[in-house]
């Protein structure tokens, strides 16, 4: 029997995790590239590739200036979102009585717009960077919390009754069992968290900010640059990215065990 032969450099290479992105983003520019010159779409409408290039290459230490404001509001109201809503989480998870009476406000507060309470925030905290925070913090919160209940609901409780029958402390039981199990959970809810924490900070600029990418996509539709807006898009696409990397090499440390179960379903999926 012929042995499998190995596999070449060439293969290897794209079949690196971010050469097929890359490749599928190289793919939507020429097809936005193309439709712009096949259609005749006027400048003003969308422009074109080769523009929003130039703006990013010619404007990008301005545009990397306004994205700090924009990067510490998301960092923080991740953070918050971490600290608050994982212990949130092990309440509801733990007791019936907090879960119905907290989870269906939690459920019913995420009916609620974030952009028509942001002008409140305005009005009770100024226009500094405590808005951008607390709007961050309320779009990155809930993910957090459904995914990390999902994750200790989810526990064997034969594991858990095994444990304790070792004369375990709840501690030591919740220690050795509870959060590793829930771990996996808790990391995918982070994951969505921090994305959505970009969109919260950007949500509380728009509202009121003199800096931020928020603040220059409005101030860009303003006055109808629309090269300037999707340069801008393109850096908070890029922190979005850089975040949830950040996040999920986190995640590969705290429980590698998972990550390599997930790696290997997929390679032979």
Sequence with gaps: MAEPKAPTRLSQALNAAWVRPFLF????????????RLFKIPAYQIPAPADVVAVLWQDFPELARQSW?????????FALSALFGIP?????????????????????SQSVPKIAIAPL?????GFGILPKIISAFLLGFFPVVVSAVQGFKSVDPDMVDLARAMQGSRFHVFRAVNLPHALPAIFSGLKVSVTLAVVGAVVGEFVGSNSGIGYVMQRSIGTFDLPTMFAALVILALLGVILFWIVDRIERLVVPWHVSQREEIILTS
Excluded at 89 to 105: D, F, N, Q, R
Aim: proline share 4%.
């Design 25 to 36: 983003l190289i793919f939507i520019v020429v097809v936005w590239d193309l439709s712009i």
């Design 69 to 77: 404001p924009t990067t510490y509001a998301t960092i923080w109201g």
């Design 88 to 108: 949130c989480a092990m309440l509801i998870a733990g007791s019936k009585t907090v879960e119905s009476y907290v989870y269906p406000l939690l459920v019913f």
């Design 121 to 125: 925030f305005v009005v009770w905290f």
